[in-house]
Every structure is written in structure tokens, then in C-alpha cells.
């Protein structure tokens, strides 16, 4: 089955600590992103990438890095740098197209312990 | 000024009840327009695409209006299951944009018995 997958679904860190974030996408799809939520809150962009080897900056990239060496992953790094980083994850994917729509991995819930 | 912008409510609805939700956005060269559904800690799901011409699907009803740069969605005979929040999604469509969707804060639903 084409989807795309998050993992893990729930990760802990420590102060202190960089973590990484998996998000594979097997949809063929050129563009894939990366969003965070807060409770009662809207999506917020990170980063994206619109093809291999190339990502920009979202609205919120600061304490953040990814790479794109491959079509199909796209991970997240939340550094020791980002200053508030438990939030709920996704990681998204689209073709790129004017009309189309974004795929979602199921998430990843991040709590800084 | 936010791209997206979206009434939060909530909305608490009766079964049976039609309920609508509206949407604005700001950048009039927006080319595409989504409503998604989220529910309490998964990820977003495309609920349906706005087309210029207004498009049904069952129960939901959605419209743009090009002019007034605003999307809505109408839920007629709402059920239980209606609960979610509701996502105003808008696609730029364009240059370095390109598949970028902008969210709003979406909009919570109850529907009660």
C-alpha cells in the first residue's frame, strides 16, 4: 500500500539532546514537508523540500535542520537550539502541482523530559 | 495578516443540525483550496477540494468565492461522527510555492445527541 510513515509515534528527550525524526514516503511524490502543531493551534511550516538535494525554510525553521538525499525520506532534527520543542509532529507529502492536495504521516508526539 | 484565517469556534451543534464554516484568505493569486478534517491527535485527512464552481459530496458542501476571497463549508444533517476540527487549507500554487499549502487554525465542531 502507497502512504507515508512517521516513526516513532512517540519520543521522549532530554534537555540537552538533538533528536531525529523519520518520515518515509513510498507515493513517488517530489515535494514533501514538514509541519508542527500546538494544542489548540493551526499547522506551522518548517521546512520543505520541493526536490532531492534542495529544501527551504518555512515559517518556523529556527532550532530545526533536515536533508533530502532521497526521494523517499525527508527527516526532521530538532536540536538542543530549538528552545520549546514538544509539539506534535507530521510530515507531509504532495506531487507538485498548483492543484494538488498534501498527504499525512500519522505524526510524531514529542515531549522534552 | 496571517494567509489562512478561519473562525475557531467551537461550534456545538444537535444531531440533525446544518452547520457552516467559513474561511478568508489574503493572497489573491491563490490557485487551489482544501477543506481537511482533523481529529483529536491524528493527523490532518482531506475532507474535499473547493472548486470555483462549488462541489457536493453527500452531506458537505463547499464554495469559493474568488472575489470575496472566501471558502466555505456547509455540513447539513450533522452526525456523532461530524465531530472533528475542521482545516481551511489554501495551495499558492506557484514558483518557489509550489505545493506549499497554508493552513488556518481550523475550527472545532461538536455534535451532540
Known amino acids: 500500500d502507497g502512504g507515508i510513515t512517521q516513526s516513532p509515534k512517540y519520543l521522549f528527550r532530554k534537555e540537552g539532546q538533538n533528536v531525529t525524526l523519520s518520515c518515509e514516503q513510498n507515493?513517488?511524490?517530489?515535494?514533501m514537508y514538514w509541519y508542527r502543531q500546538d494544542p489548540g493551534q493551526g499547522l506551522r511550516l518548517i521546512y520543505y523540500s520541493q526536490i532531492v538535494n534542495d529544501f527551504q525554510k518555512g515559517d518556523i525553521a529556527e532550532g530545526y535542520s533536515v536533508s533530502r538525499e532521497k526521494k523517499e525520506s525527508f527527516p526532521l532534527t530538532v536540536t538542543s537550539a530549538q528552545k520549546n520543542p514538544t509539539a506534535f509532529y507530521l510530515c507531509a507529502s504532495s506531487i507538485l502541482s498548483p492543484n494538488t492536495e498534501a498527504f499525512f504521516g500519522q505524526g510524531t508526539r514529542l515531549t522534552v523530559v | 495578516r496571517k494567509e489562512v484565517e478561519q473562525d475557531p469556534g467551537p461550534f456545538n451543534v444537535p444531531e440533525g443540525a446544518t452547520v457552516a464554516f467559513n474561511c478568508t484568505y489574503s493572497?489573491?493569486?491563490?490557485?487551489?483550496f482544501f477543506w481537511y478534517r482533523q481529529d483529536c491527535r491524528k493527523e490532518p485527512k482531506l475532507l474535499m477540494s473547493v472548486y470555483s464552481s462549488g462541489n457536493e459530496d453527500g452531506r458537505f458542501t463547499a464554495q469559493l468565492n474568488r472575489a470575496s476571497q472566501y471558502i466555505s463549508l456547509l455540513i447539513r444533517d450533522s452526525k456523532l461522527s461530524d465531530s472533528a476540527t475542521y482545516l481551511c487549507v489554501v495551495n499558492l500554487g506557484r514558483g518557489s510555492t509550489l505545493g506549499r499549502l497554508y493552513f488556518g487554525r481550523g475550527t472545532q465542531l461538536t455534535v451532540w445527541p
Open positions: 493572497n489573491s493569486a491563490s490557485q487551489s
Open positions: 507515493l513517488n511524490h517530489d515535494a
